[in-house]
């Protein structure tokens, strides 16, 4: 059985920085791409990460450098650091697994696979 098991969410002031972990079991994580997403209140779940099995790396614009998603295949976790936290980022985050099958990176629909979110609450 697939699990995805999300850790690391917290409350923490603006300009603070957290670090997500998701936890892979019940499969052969090397060989999938992996994504996090975010949902905050009233809106759609968007993409804020992703990274391939050979660790390419994309980032939605807002990101803007200030987060860092990272892979660890010995340890079938994948983390998402995050720096110069904003209000504006408070949501709950999710990991994913994406699809073999999927063609693009950025939809919900290119993933099968999600955790059970973890709260990112930043206050100003």
């Known amino acids: 059985q697939v699990q995805l098991v999300e850790s690391g969410g917290g409350l923490v002031q603006a300009g603070g920085s957290l670090r997500l972990s998701c936890a892979a079991s019940?499969?052969?994580?090397?060989?999938?791409?992996m994504g996090w997403f975010r949902q905050a209140p009233g809106n759609q779940r968007e993409l804020v990460a992703s990274i391939s099995t050979r660790g390419t790396t994309n980032y939605a614009d807002y990101v803007n450098g200030r987060f860092t998603i990272s892979r660890d295949n010995a340890k079938n976790t994948v983390h998402l650091q995050m720096n110069n936290l904003k209000p504006e980022d408070t949501a709950e985050y999710y990991c994913a697994k994406r699809s073999v099958h999927a063609r693009g990176w950025l939809s919900t629909d290119d993933y099968v696979r999600w955790g059970q979110g973890a709260q990112v609450t930043v206050s100003s």
């Open positions: 019940g499969i052969a994580f090397k060989l999938y791409a």
